[in-house]
């Protein structure tokens, strides 16, 4: 038997805006991780 997850994603900015910030902090790898990770969840892909 298998829980399924349920997490409502709150959108503070656009994908756009993320890949932006993703792009220009490439060298502090801890928020990269966590950036892509939110880039995920907007785009409906399970981590």
Sequence with gaps: MT???????VRHM?????????KSTEKNVKILQRLHLIKFRYEGLKC
């Design 3 to 9: 829980i399924h997850e349920s997490i409502t994603i």
């Design 14 to 22: 656009s994908v756009e805006e993320l890949t932006k910030r993703i």
